[in-house]
């Protein structure tokens, strides 16, 4: 079990480094205060109702 937990670590550490310098894997922008804060659409979804709905729902 310790090795998946050091993975997941690895994983959001090496996603969070990407957000803050190449933005290479960021797919989402999200604006509030002025500021603009690129994300990943996986994981901000998957911490946030709000988003996960955003993200998934089809508008017709």
Known sequence: M?????HATEILNNLNED??????FCDFTIKAGG???????????SISEYFKKM???KVE
């Open 2 to 6: 310790e090795l998946e937990s050091n």
């Open 19 to 24: 957000r803050k310098t190449t933005k290479d």
């Open 35 to 45: 500021k603009q804060f690129p994300v990943h659409k996986c994981v901000v979804g």
């Open 55 to 57: 993200f998934t729902t």
